[in-house]
């Protein structure tokens, strides 16, 4: 166990915090107001039963005669309405959220690739400045991670968009958000190993200068990945399976499917496996307190080499747990499951690309060369600087203007 507490915060991104609120009532019981009877030779009615309506032709009855009991009247209970059961997905829907799950993960993995490619640049001095490990992994130099973006585009234009009825009334969100989720869960883990986020990288290790601190820094970040990943796809499969279930109809009921994945799993425990004996080996030499090589949440407290693995381990299941919940809008307990105790160490959450405006998406001036159409769009663009400019913005935009907008607004 680590000597940090183990805290979660997304730089950047939106947190959906979901609240909840315990609603009690107090019924008050008052027993029926006692009135005297003018007879003193009359019997007492129990309490709680009806007094019986006087006649006004009634023979009075004698002294010392007990009353008749009346027969009470039943009174009509009202049946409840039973909820109706949503219907489950159709064939069709199921392929179309399927399909869209299948590609989140592409993305995923593609910028977790893209971390690790990142990292060792820089600590073989292959960054040149001012490019940073983090700037790096948000650059996507060689367009890995927009070729996968793009595909999540296609294939929900293939498979969502002729739906007869669209969207599936649950488990589905869009592109753009599957996209920019699978992303974010990305860099999210840069930010818990090494610090939210990593611009001057002085907490990073170079070959050239602690060869053994770059080995473990580099094993953490792509073992953690590698779990990550490992995690969102079995959550996918076990969710896949959950669809062709005619009695999962609603989100909480597939979130209750998905939740055994975390306690019983084997490719997840391979892949946690994996991470300890591989930073065990790697880490092994290390010449400083590990809590000096990494400067996020995963290293607070000057934890030991075992305290990082786990923290390493809850934020892989953390990040995959909490993409899922908003690639598919559902509402699993994240917190609960990342660890197996509810202790506030994930949060829900719904990730979106960092708020970038034209501003920060396109040129102030344009070569001459360019065409009339990228002319006015980048003219359009400056005219207001301040507008937020998203993914699904850049899918839109005319063909001609697209290789203008800066690689992390795409």
Known sequence: MPNASIRRSFAGTLVIVALGVTVWSTAAQAGPTAVPTPTPVATPTPAGTPFPTPTPSATPTPAGTPLPTPTPIPIPTATPTATPTPPPLTKAQQACVNEMNKNAEKVNKAQLKENERCLKDFQRGKLDP????????????????????????????????P??????????????????????GAWWLTHEIFGPPVFDDTDLATKAGDPEAAKCQLEVLKRAGKLENTVLKELIKAKKRALKDETVGTDSELAERLAAVFSANARIERARGALLSGVDRKCAALQVPPGEIFAGDCGEGDPDLRGVEFCAIVTAHCAACAMLNAFDDLNLDCDQLDDQVANGSCPLFAVVSPSLTNADCFPSSIPDSASRTARICVALANAAPDMVFTPLDYQNMPEECKYLVNPICR
């Open 130 to 161: 001012p490019m940073t490990f983090d700037a790096c992994k948000i650059a996507d130099r060689r367009g890995r991670v927009q070729r996968a973006k793009d595909k999540t585009f296609t294939r929900e234009a293939k498979k969502c968009d």
């Open 163 to 184: 739906l007869a009825v669209p969207p599936p009334p649950f488990a589905y969100t869009d592109f753009a958000t599957v996209n920019a989720i699978a992303v974010s």
